[in-house]
Nanobody
Framework: QVQLVESGGGSVQSGGSLRLSCAAS????????AGWFRQAPGKGLEWVST????????YYADSVKGRFTASQDNAKNTLYLQMNNLKPEDTAIYYC?????????????????????RGQGTQVTVSS
């Protein structure tokens, strides 16, 4: 059974930092695509970042580019999302997702439904 477990969320003031983790069991991230998504109150799921090739390739939404950094520790089979200079609009539940369902993957998907597994999420609250 595959489980993705996010942690590291919390409440911070604007300009603060948090590091989210996504630990996997029953699945190995390896060089495959994985993604981070978020859902703000009353809004739909938003793509934040994708990572592949063992962490050497990363992509970011414009809203977080330059502030967020995705990484991967293959020894721990864990993804990370370092979030700096947080803003109130970053307030959301953050999810990690893994295992693209498509058989051929040229570009990591930026839609959550393209991934087979998703964690339960971790809340990030940024106050002004």
């Amino acid at each position: 059974q595959v489980q993705l477990v996010e942690s590291g969320g919390g409440s911070v003031q604007s300009g603060g930092s948090l590091r989210l983790s996504c630990a996997a069991s029953g699945y190995t991230f390896s060089r495959l695509c994985a993604g981070w998504f978020r859902q703000a109150p009353g809004k739909g799921l938003e793509w934040v970042s994708t990572i592949r090739n063992g962490g050497s390739t990363t992509y970011y939404a414009d809203s977080v580019k330059g502030r967020f950094t995705a990484s991967q520790d293959n020894a721990k089979n864990t993804l990370y999302l370092q979030m700096n200079n947080l803003k109130p609009e970053d307030t959301a539940i953050y999810y990690c997702a893994a295992d693209v369902t498509a058989r051929v993957v040229l570009v990591c998907p930026t839609t959550e439904y393209a991934y087979r597994y998703r964690g339960q999420g971790t809340q990030v609250t940024v106050s002004s």
